[in-house]
């Protein structure tokens, strides 16, 4: 064995003691007969030799490279993932998914300077909210992107722009309309009303939307919340929408689907973000098909989401 042999068994040994055995380096220059400046290059030299390998077996690793792996396949500023919940609770994920999106919009919210932030609707959106500090901010504006009430009158239970004025003490814009209208002719007229218009330019001012994601199937929130009859979701279902953003219908591609639902929508078109941050926040595996969709479509800029999805859409593109 020569001396940059001995050399380098010596830093093994050394790097053994650090990183398995926990000894500190003074620890480990007592066993091994050097100074502790000697441990230190010893060290350096295993992790300049590839000696140390570092593996986290830890939920939040894995999460960190499926985040990598959207974001890189994507073109995403960013994409948070949020680990399953490890007692296994079904609302745990969504937690997690609500405190990581509460800690974006809170990066907008913090400025001094007057924002416009406009927000969607959904159980993921509403718990980001609530996830959310109280913060003095009245120079903000916040404003929704879907119609605040159903067909029946009822009000969107989901809604998160009045309560993010009532923690920041900013200014509300509701869009005074049904999510879809009950005839083409209605939804015109809606969209032609003076106040429709004043909440809608103020929402193409937004600098940044954060937005849930709709499943289309029966349990979908569309449907539950009386938004869309049983027929319209079977019309959804016919021609194969798997998601939806905003009320506007998905196809596998992430193409808006041409349909006589889509001709009712009273929701502000995507089409007014292609150029702004567009944040969705969603999670569970059975978002999955939506989320993947909008991201084919490139309709989305940020992700914020939980490992059962991540996994989804990592294995949806292989």
């Known amino acids: 064995m020569d001396k940059f042999e001995r050399k380098l068994d010596q830093a093994a040994r050394a790097a053994w003691l650090s990183y398995v055995g926990g000894h500190t380096q003074d620890e480990i220059a007592s066993q091994l007969g050097v100074s502790r400046p000697g441990v230190q290059r010893l060290l350096a030299l295993a ?40 007692e296994g609770a079904p ?73 993010l004025a009532d923690k920041t003490g900013g200014e ?11 005839t083409v002719e209605e939804s015109e007229a809606l969209c032609r ?3 429709y218009q004043s909440v809608a330019e103020v929402a193409r001012e937004a600098e940044v939307a954060f937005i849930g994601v709709g499943r289309v199937d029966r349990q979908a929130t569309l449907f539950q919340d009386h938004f869309i009859s049983e027929a319209e979701l079977e019309e959804l279902l016919e021609r194969e929408a ?20 889509t001709r009712r929508v009273t929701s502000l078109p995507l089409t007014i973000f292609r150029d702004r941050p567009l944040v969705a926040v969603g999670g569970g595996r059975d978002k999955g098909p939506g989320l993947v969709a909008a991201l084919r479509g490139g309709w989305l800029k940020a992700l914020v ?11 949806a593109d292989r």
Not at 172 to 182: I, M, N, Q
Not at 248 to 261: A, F, K, M, Q, T
């Open 47 to 86: 992790r300049q030799e590839g000696l140390v390998k570092v593996h986290i077996d830890h939920p939040i690793a894995g999460c960190m490279a499926l985040s990598e792996a959207i974001a890189e396949r994507y073109g995403l500023e960013f994409c948070d993932v949020v680990p399953a919940d490890p």
């Open 91 to 163: 609302d745990g994920s969504t937690r997690y998914l609500a405190v990581a999106a509460a800690e974006r919009l809170s990066y907008y919210l913090d400025r001094s300077e007057p924002l416009t932030l406009s927000l969607g609707t959904g159980r993921a959106v509403r718990a980001m909210v609530e996830a959310l500090s109280r913060i003095d901010r009245p120079q903000h504006r916040f404003v929704s992107l879907v119609g605040n009430v159903a067909r029946d009158g009822s009000s969107n239970r989901y809604d998160g722009v009045m309560l």
């Open 172 to 182: 509300r814009f509701l869009l005074p309309a049904p999510v879809v209208a009950g």
């Open 193 to 195: 009303q003076r106040l």
């Open 242 to 261: 798997v998601g939806e953003l905003l009320g506007w219908p998905l196809s596998r591609n992430g193409e808006v689907i041409d349909c006589s639902i």
């Open 305 to 315: 989401t939980d490992e059962h999805a991540a996994r989804y859409i990592v294995e």
